[in-house]
């Protein structure tokens, strides 16, 4: 039987990537600080880094570029950017913006302010920060079993409800201009949400006059995972399951940089008009006008073209089963990785890959390190580095020490996914020979991606 789900596409331009020696990669190491964000791109073999903004472009695409309308205002571009959007959506007013921060800084900056909290299923580490750095609370609520890495579940990216409703009676509605839902749920290991649960929290919110929004980086991947799982969606479109989640919402921010299959770009769309307008006022000021919104003209004709490829079923098949792949191999080698495989990304469990480090010596630093060191492959810690804080000059860990093997779309082939599986297994085997860190800089925000760091090695072990 033939079973086997290979690239829909074939290769028309590559790329050469670049090997390295092992000294090699020790110094490049040491002059980054030990923080991989530091290093240059062209000392990594396999880039895992982050899906965003990685994609690989279709020749429909770069054909679009060459099609782009560069008129300062009314751009045709635009009007294509926007009817994409629109048919997607469903909502009436429709914001570029050069990328998913950009949007979030603007709601943000309208929404936010002191005395105010946005709930989230799992805020992402920009929308966090957009909150934080208003004024404004941002609260995560997962569902429990979000933090069980080794147990399974179809819609681990859930809305916790019952705490949602709780939050709300506690804070009083006032205090809650809107609501969020991040689809997949980036933070909890790329897990989809369900869309029960984005009606119920509709629901509830509808109940206090709350708005929902929907951090919209993933929706396709979502929307194929509802396909997979959920009763009822099998025989739907991903484009009509889209358009049920999105129904629910009132507005969304949205990094094109991830489902748009693009390099570059972003927007926020809503339906209130008197929050649209006040948007497109700090839009002017940050980003440019309306119709262009910081972006070129071409890149709005490659957004265009990019948000109708991702709901091809065939690409979506082969880019939620690659990423699986990838998983099972290492699940099945024994190697501590969160289940169910999420949709963007493998997600190794550093606090059980490596249990004698201890959370203030980040053993997910330690792990991507090692990861580099070993193969040249580029990973991100997403753990006490990243929402690690001091409390009264206390050491508070995260929830979770995990390490993300993020894949770009459309980029490698089953061969480099076979060769980063054998280099976390390698590392693996030789788990008990791995320092910890400490930071040596750090700065007041987002400190991931320039703290540095330096190695302490752990005692004398096995
Ligand atoms: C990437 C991302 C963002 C921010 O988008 P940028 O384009 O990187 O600014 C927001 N939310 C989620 C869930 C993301 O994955």
Known sequence: MVNTIIEPFKIKSVEPINFTTREYRERAL?????????????????????????????????????DGDESYAGSRSFFRFEEVIKDLTGFRHVIPTHQGRAAEKILFTVVGGPGRVIPNNTHFDTTRANVEFSGAQAVD?????????????????????????????????GNIPLCFLTVTNNSVGGQP??????????????????????????????????????????DRSIR???????SYADGCT????????????????????????????????????????GLAGRDLDAIAQGLSEVLDEDYLKYRIRSV????????????????PTGGHAVFLDAGRFLPEVPPELFPGQSLSVQ???????????????????????????????????????RVYTQSHIDYSAEVVIEVFRKRNSIPG??????????????????????????
């Open 193 to 234: 949400v369900s869309m029960k649960n984005i009606r119920e929290t509709k629901a509830l919110l509808d109940k206090y006059g709350i708005p929902l929004f929907i951090d919209a980086c993933r929706f396709a991947e979502n929307a194929f995972f509802i396909k997979l799982r959920e009763p009822g969606y099998k």
């Open 371 to 409: 990861l580099y060191l070993e193969g040249g492959i580029r990973s991100v810690e997403i753990g006490s580095v990243m929402f690690g804080k001091q409390v009264d000059g206390r050491f508070v860990g995260a929830k979770l020490e995990l390490v993300r093997l993020a894949i770009p779309r």
């Open 141 to 173: 609520l997962p569902v429990p079993v979000a933090l069980e890495t080794s147990r399974r579940a179809d819609f681990k990216g859930n809305m916790d409800l019952g705490e949602l409703e709780t939050l709300i009676t506690k804070t009083g509605r």
């Open 240 to 246: 009509d399951i889209a358009r049920e989640m999105f």
């Open 324 to 339: 699986e792949y990838f998983g099972d191999k290492l699940e099945q080698a024994g190697v501590p990785v969160l289940v």
């Open 254 to 293: 949205m990094s094109a940089k991830k489902d748009a299959l693009v390099n570059i770009g972003g927007f926020l769309a809503l339906n209130d008009s008197s929050l649209a307008e006040k948007a497109r006022s700090l839009l002017i000021m940050t980003e440019g006008f309306p119709t262009y919104g």
């Open 30 to 66: 040491r002059e980054a600080f030990y923080n991989l964000f530091l290093l240059r791109a062209d000392d990594v073999l396999i880039d895992l880094l982050t899906d965003s903004g990685t994609a690989a472009m279709s020749s429909k695409q770069w054909a679009a570029i060459m």
């Open 437 to 462: 860190y400490r930071i040596t800089y750090e700065p007041p925000y987002l400190r991931h991606f320039t703290a540095h760091f330096e190695p302490v090695p752990i005692g004398s072990r096995r």
